[in-house]
């Protein structure tokens, strides 16, 4: 796994891009693939707690798109589109397993860290964080892991998950305060 | 009025989601690639096969109807047989027909002994 950053995405080379793969073009959904792929599995990786699932529901999410080529309107970032789908297959996956993501990620310390002390603390608060996320009901852990990890606006977060803005607002703020008490070993009680 | 738990708490929660963000996949796209080559292959695969069976479905219907119904077929014979002469000389005999039917019942000895009989 390499953890170079892909260029960002272009709005108008998505649609070129996306009218050549409605045509058949293998190339150019190699490149909207290599465009979007990092953030997607990032994403997904957050909502269902394992990285080789995460590569399973983002490969079928291209798989979609393909098929919906011909028929996608770019009234959407193509980016926001692809979250939506991936948010559809979470939901499905969670029926069809019948339970919630229960278990934390494992996380490598990042290279660069100074100390090995320090390397620890991020590793810990980590682990923590994404164990306490796992613990959140699906609506509120989607919409922080959009406005924190992602860092996509309320409107957007909205569209992808087919809600209100204001119902987005909501889960984000109960999110927030269930992290905080879950997290209360680590900040103490406020 | 800013509480520096709660702070610490908005910024390393910040920094921990933001750690897996973007997680790229070494092959990632050729792996897709080869997967939507598939769900093609497969697809191509499906959209024949529901041909196959439409047009299997349509030479059955076909034949099915062009079949003709147990009532035509009657009349079929009716006319056949009206045209056979051979029906028509075996009429005219009578009952040659029913001895026909019945001589393999008649067993040759009791016929002699029928014929020899005093007084026959």
């Known amino acids: ?190 | 009025m800013d509480n520096p738990h709660h702070k610490t708490f908005e910024q390393e929660l910040a920094a921990s989601l933001s750690r897996g963000r973007s997680v790229a996949v070494t092959g990632f796209a050729d792996r897709v690639v080869g997967a939507v080559r598939a769900d093609r292959r497969r697809r191509v695969v499906i959209r024949w096969s529901s041909v196959a069976t439409a047009a299997a479905a349509c030479l059955v219907a076909v034949l099915t109807l062009s079949t003709p119904s147990e009532e035509a077929l009657n009349r079929q014979t009716f006319a056949l047989f009206a045209h056979d002469e051979s029906a028509q000389f075996a009429d005219l005999l009578g009952a040659s027909a029913d001895l026909s039917l019945l001589s393999p019942a008649v067993e040759k000895s009791s016929v002699a002994e029928v014929l020899n009989a005093p007084g026959s």
């Open chain 1, 1 to 190: 796994m390499s953890q170079e950053e892909p260029t960002l995405p272009d709005d108008e080379d998505d649609k070129r891009l996306m009218a050549l793969v409605a045509e058949g073009d293998d190339d150019a959904l190699r490149l909207l693939v290599h465009r979007h792929h990092a953030r997607l599995v990032g994403y997904l990786r957050g909502e269902v707690g394992s990285q080789a699932t995460a590569e399973e529901l983002a490969m079928e999410v291209f798989i979609r798109l393909h098929r919906a080529a011909s028929r996608w309107r770019p009234e959407a970032k193509l980016s926001t589109y692809l979250i939506h789908i991936a948010h559809n297959l979470v939901l499905n996956e969670w029926r069809r397993r019948g339970r919630k993501p229960t278990t934390a990620l494992e996380f490598a310390a990042e290279p660069g860290d100074s100390t090995q002390q320090s390397a620890r603390r991020v590793a810990e608060l980590d682990e923590a964080f994404q164990r306490a996320i796992a613990q959140l009901p699906p609506e509120q852990r989607t919409a922080i892991l959009l406005v924190v990890q992602q860092e996509l606006p309320y409107e957007e977060i909205a569209e992808i998950m087919g809600v209100p803005v204001s119902s987005v607002k909501t889960w984000i703020h109960r999110a927030r305060s269930r992290l905080r008490e879950l997290l209360k070993d680590f900040y103490g009680n406020e």
